[in-house]
């Protein structure tokens, strides 16, 4: 073997060489002084990895979590997460914004008590039994009668809004209830209950106007 | 986070802390951050050789960890998701700024930048006397390509079917490519081991 | 004293003028010096808002109003603008309408909100959120900053959006983009139709996620793509030789697929519910 044919296998050489390859070391110094130089510089490199004291700016966390409290994926946990008030007043339905897309934190803890079988395949409609919660239908009331306030011919176009999203919600909600550990299930519920939260948000935030 | 939160995170396991974080604990959440940062932060640092790249790499890393966290399942180590999201998220920066992730096959090598494969015969090995911060400086010198795939396979340990599949080149290019970044770093040891023996 | 005919005439007269001038537009035009990467919000409840890049470091507005039922609120702290449009007693659609054309820093961070629109963004390196209820959303040529679009129904349009972080969530709204690439694609879609044409880049997350809308999605043959597809109870097509990859669900043929493209730099995900899903090659 020479010294260009070793050069040429060098970078697949993983691990042992073989009888060629050794043989060729014992003979060339130039090569087997590569060899050695370059098996050094791997072990330092892995040393390096183990020796990690860099730390970032003490800042770096700070920006983290003021992120994380923006988009809603901090919460405090010291007070209690109700995700439906008994008897929301208007004003108060801004809070269903953050909470709405934090509902996919409970899937596991929605009750629905609907057969297995409205689920099939042959079903072209995508929701076919809506039976919204007692609690839910509230406050979507509650919004319809602040969107009617404001502005009453938007009325029907929210209605409209609040059936497609409550739709969109069931049928997530019932995938994840069919298979809990189907992440797309998942992250469909997450999608439904992010379009819920901006249909309040759009609804609520509307500029000064004078009564 | 008081000194009493501190503590109290310190004494619950990562599994723990990660449920935690799920239902939107800060203190949970804080505690990860500085359970790894260092990790994370030296990935990005030898990656990009540059301290303010780094740290918003580092934050832009576990931003995209915590968002996603509700999705992770512990089929692999929290440790190792986490790491994978953040060589992601260097490489697309350099992807972004239009610098090479993996340097192409003959293709980019100059002159100046091919690593020289003999440097004479009176150099002495480097075995046996190559320190961190020697190797450190190295590494900040080598192009971007090559110092990408030296830091994915040589300090932190990816396989390179692991690194063909991150960076999106062939096993072969990413092997080819180590041996070169490994070359040149011979080549830049042994020139500053050589310039600090000329001098007084 | 004048005669009953003539009372009437010129009390008609009156009315008449008085109506002109409630109807009267006004122009009106404002400067604002600014910084770096500025800060500017507009809020118009109805009308178009148009924002493109300017070459000084001021912002400029000119506003159009239809009528005195409506009045610009203007507000300049720092680097920071904020454009109302203040709707009076009265006011309706047509009469509490304003017209904004705005030039502002390439580097500025436009927030835009209007219920009736459109909404139309060119040639800025800032960040871009647009929220509208049925108003259209247009973004042109904006790279390096975050383009987030919200809208109940109106039809949201991206075209030339590069190197930033793109997320759209539109209730029953069209969404069609051309040419969008970027670390993070997201469209989040409940009847709207979703629409990509482009190459998805060359390292990014696109996802793009309906209810009951279908998702058309068409690449050239060099694309290089993860790509996972499923609709739970409408069918997919796709166009692609795909290498097989490992699911964590099954692949229940015609739909899902899930496979690469190439070297798989970006990850592309195609989710429905009932909606048609296509992948298609150019």
Redesign the interface.
Do not use: Y
């Given at each position: 073997m020479t010294c260009e044919e070793f050069e040429r296998v060098l970078p697949e050489i993983e691990g042992a060489h073989s009888a060629e390859q050794e043989s060729h070391l014992h003979s060339c110094s130039v090569c087997s002084e590569l060899v050695d130089d370059l098996n050094a510089i791997a072990l330092q490199a892995r040393l390096l990895r183990d020796s990690e004291n860099e730390e970032p700016a003490p800042g770096i966390w700070n920006s983290i979590e003021i992120a994380l409290r923006q988009e809603g994926l901090i919460r405090d946990l010291t007070s209690a997460p109700y995700l439906v008030p008994a008897r929301p007043r208007p004003r108060r339905l801004a809070w269903l914004i953050p909470a709405g897309a934090l509902l996919l934190l409970t899937f596991g803890l929605v009750q629905h008590e609907r057969p297995r079988s409205e689920l099939t395949p042959q079903v072209p409609i995508a929701s076919t039994n809506p039976e919204p919660t007692d609690a839910a239908n509230s406050d979507d009331q509650q919004l319809l009668e602040v969107v009617s306030a404001r502005s009453p011919a938007m009325r029907a176009s929210y209605a409209a809004s609040l059936r497609d999203v409550n739709s969109y919600i069931r049928d997530a909600e019932q995938s994840v209830k069919t298979d809990p550990n189907d992440v797309q299930a998942q992250q469909y519920l997450m999608s439904a209950y992010e379009q819920k939260s901006m249909l309040y948000q759009i609804a609520l935030d509307r500029p000064l106007q004078q009564q | 986070m008081t000194d009493a939160r501190k503590s109290q995170a310190k004494k619950l396991s990562e599994s723990e802390l990660i449920e935690r974080a799920k239902q939107g604990d800060a203190e949970a959440f804080e505690a990860l951050y500085h359970l790894h940062k260092r990790r994370v932060y030296s990935l990005c640092l030898r990656m990009t050789a540059n301290t303010a790249a780094a740290e918003d790499l580092t934050q832009e890393a576990f931003l995209q960890l915590f968002r996603k966290i509700a999705t992770f399942r512990g089929e692999s180590a929290f440790s190792t998701w986490l790491h994978r999201m953040a060589v992601n998220v260097v490489l697309m920066q350099l992807r972004k700024k239009g610098l090479p992730v993996v340097p192409l096959e003959d293709t980019i090598d100059t002159e100046e930048e091919a690593p020289k494969k003999e440097l004479g015969a009176l150099d002495p090995s480097l075995a046996g006397s190559i320190d961190r911060l020697q190797l450190l400086r190295a590494v900040e010198d080598l192009p971007p390509g090559y110092r990408s795939i030296f830091v994915l396979h040589d300090v932190e340990g990816y396989e390179h079917n692991e690194i063909a599949e991150i960076v999106g080149c062939s096993v072969g290019n990413s092997k080819s490519q180590l041996h070169k970044a490994r070359l040149k770093l011979r080549e830049l040891l042994k020139t500053s081991r050589a310039e600090k023996a000329r001098k007084p | 004293m004048l005669s009953k005919t003539r009372s009437a005439g010129l009390v008609g007269m009156v009315v008449l003028v008085g109506t002109l001038f409630a109807t009267a537009e006004t122009r009106q035009e404002l400067h604002f010096k600014v910084g770096k990467k500025p800060s500017i919000s507009i809020?118009?409840?109805y009308g178009p808002i148009s924002v493109k890049a300017g070459a000084k470091r001021e912002v400029v507005v000119t506003a159009v109003l239809q009528s005195n039922k409506v009045e610009v609120?203007q507000s300049h702290r720092g680097n920071r603008v904020d454009i109302?449009?203040?709707?009076?007693?009265g006011?309706d659609?047509d009469t509490g309408q304003v017209e904004y054309q705005v030039l502002v820093p390439a580097d500025a961070n436009v927030t835009l909100?209007s219920m009736t629109g459109p909404l139309h963004v060119e040639k800025l390196h800032g960040d871009v959120v647009m929220?509208g209820?049925?108003a259209t959303v247009d973004v042109r040529d904006v790279s390096d900053g975050h383009v987030h679009v919200?809208t109940?129904?109106g039809p949201v349009t991206l075209t030339d959006i590069r190197?930033g972080h793109v997320e759209i969530?539109s209730?029953?709204g069209d969404v069609v983009l051309t040419s969008v690439n970027g670390?993070l694609v997201e469209v989040?879609s409940?009847?709207g139709k979703i629409r990509y044409d482009g190459d998805f880049g060359?390292?990014?997350e696109y996802s793009l996620?309906s209810?009951?809308g279908d998702i058309l999605a068409t690449a050239p043959s060099y694309a290089?793509i993860d790509v996972t597809a499923?609709s739970?109870?409408g069918q997919v097509e796709n166009d692609f030789q795909l290498q097989p990859k490992h699911t964590?669900?099954p692949i229940k043929a015609g739909?899902a697929f899930a496979g690469t493209v190439g070297?798989?730099?970006s990850s592309v995900k195609l989710?429905s519910?009932?909606g048609k899903i296509h992948l298609k090659q150019r």
């Open positions: - | - | 809020n118009n409840q609120d109302i449009s203040h709707l009076l007693t006011a659609q909100t929220e209820n049925t919200k109940l129904s190197d969530t209730l029953g670390p989040n409940s009847s060359a390292g990014g996620t209810h009951t290089s499923r739970v109870q964590a669900f739909s070297k798989a730099a989710f519910f009932s």
